[in-house]
């Protein structure tokens, strides 16, 4: 094999919220869960597998959120996961009966119904514990390394005047890893990928050694890194930080200018359960309404109104011509990048469902991107954890030979000390951003969602202060851990994303409100000001049994100083 001289760190984000509702027998939102690990997270693994089976390596960086993690681990949730494909697997038998002799539509039932039994068959052995594994064994192998996020995919940066709060994010965030996974994370997805500054010392203070920017986090640091994006750098508190580069991620997301628009791909927005009218379609809807099934008989074809029938073996021909593509790019990328960075890095950064739920094929076309990397190609895939750590271990030499040598040049009355010049790692404050549109957070705080933010404040500065300074007062320990759940439910970024998007948007706003009520009348409850209510009080914890090892005292009573 030829030596490998150029890097690209591909980082897949995987995230939900959390939504599980016991007391309904059906939930339609519960279905964002079940269609990711059918379309997403199942077909990964199986890419995984295949590249095993061959010898091929690969190498990932993925970030497996607390909720999801906690979702995927809930018992109730992995009997619904169970119910939601033996149904469909039903849907399919009738359907490959009644498709018999239709030479468009025929193949592609058969194609699902391989698919949902190969599922069925995997899930049935550990729901999702199953998937859990999965990411653990090849995290043990060193395919992957998995990092962890802020306990419900906060955005922090809304968060900076109760700084306790930012910090019971990270916390939960850091337990919930150890908990599940059994490992300790050195690495963050900041959500959204918001920064401000003096986030990293919280990171620094729970041993998280690196994290994600957009592109304008590192281009516009101070003192400007000469390198741009393509070098990771050092914050002030010792922090890697990685940047986004634009090119490789819009090749891939985009439907306008990247792949998932080609026109032999799946067609996301044609499902069966919108365009048949059948009776064996009845047991999948809610409440008699039709909703998407995951079942798609057409290809995108055009921008049109007429669609062809989807062919599932041409189009993974097509996705590996993308993935042999894409690895070109990455080679011409690379190479212009070397006449003017020493070691140039490409960081490539995406939302785990575009892989396989909003674009089928994704997961075809990674592994078709390892493969060819494996084949003859100079580009290697590589962890940010292992860049990281030798970026970590460079930066730290290079203050010892400055101080050392050169104590005249150094200003210790600073946190930034540019030691580019014998390190190729550059330290410097990023700069305040996100990720989406704009790039600095009008997304998830703008006219549409703003009303949330005071009611949060004022639930995290009351919770924060009882249990600082005022937990004598507390009558009902365990009603005080369930206020800290809900006000970290409530917290959730995914509200008010869905409040602009428009996309979900009551449910986004009545989850939003219940929480903030629980939280509420759970902090009123404890401290006796509102007589408790038992069976109010289990039905919620119920519910809401997300973290069950929170100790309220501990999160918000402790000193950040």
Known sequence: MKNKTGKWIPVLHFHLPFVRHPESPKYLEEEWYFEAVTETYLPLLEVFENLERDNVDYYLTISLTPTLLSMM??????????????????????????????????PVTL????????????????????????????????????????????????????PEAVVAQIEVGVETHKNILGVTPTGIWLPECGY?????????????????LDQHGIELAEPEPPNGCFSPIISPFNVVMF????????????????????????????????????????????SGIKTFTGLKYYAITGSGTYKEAYRPSAAK?????????????????????????????????????LFGHWWFEGPWWLEAVFRRMSENSFVEAITAKEIAEA????????????????????????????????????????????????????????????????????????????????????????????????????????????????????????????????????????????QYDDKWFNDIANKDNIFPWIDAKALYGKSIC
């Not at 395919?143 to 922090?156: C, P, V």
Request: hydrophobic content about 35%; some cysteine.
């Open 317 to 353: 021909r097509k996705a590996y011509e993308h993935g042999n593509q894409f690895v070109h790019h990455r080679e011409l990328q690379l190479n212009y990048l070397k006449d003017y960075i020493d070691e140039p890095i490409i960081v490539s950064m995406y939302d785990a469902e």
């Open 111 to 162: 194609f699902y119904r391989k698919r949902y039994i190969n599922w069925y068959e995997k899930i049935k052995s550990g729901g999702g514990k199953y998937i859990i594994n999965g990411f653990l064994n090849r995290y043990t192998k060193g395919h992957l390394d998995i990092i962890t996020s802020a306990a419900t995919h906060s955005f922090l940066m809304s968060m900076v005047g109760e």
């Open 391 to 530: 970026s970590l271990k460079k930066h730290n030499e290079a203050i010892k030979y400055w101080g050392k040598n050169k104590k005249e040049d150094v200003d210790f009355s600073g946190t930034f000390l540019n030691v580019y010049e014998k390190s190729n790692i550059w330290a410097a404050q990023p700069a305040t951003s996100s990720w989406g549109g704009g790039g600095y957070a009008e997304v998830w705080l703008n006219g549409k969602n703003d009303i949330i933010q005071p009611f949060l404040s004022d639930l995290a500065m009351e919770l924060i202060d009882i249990c600082a300074n005022r937990y004598n007062e507390v009558k009902y320990p365990e009603v005080i851990n369930q206020a800290a759940r809900e006000l970290l439910l409530a917290q959730s970024s995914d509200w008010p994303f869905l409040l602009t998007t428009g996309q979900a948007a009551s449910y986004a706003e009545r989850r939003v409100k219940a929480h903030l009520v629980r939280a509420k009348r759970c902090i009123l409850m404890s401290v006796g000001k509102e």
């Open 196 to 212: 401000v500054a003096g986030l990293d010392a919280i990171l620094e203070r729970y041993g998280l050694k690196y994290t994600f």
């Open 73 to 106: 681990n809930d018992d109730l949730l992995s009997e619904r996961l169970e119910e939601y494909i033996r149904l469909r697997l039903k849907v399919l038998d009738e359907e490959a009966f009644r498709t018999e002799g239709d030479p468009d539509f025929h």
């Open 243 to 286: 940047g986004r580069d634009p090119e490789s991620s819009r090749q891939v997301w985009s439907s306008k200018e990247g792949y998932p628009g080609t026109p032999i791909y799946r067609e996301f927005y044609r499902d069966v359960g919108f365009d048949l009218d059948l009776p064996h379609l009845i047991p999948l809807r809610h």
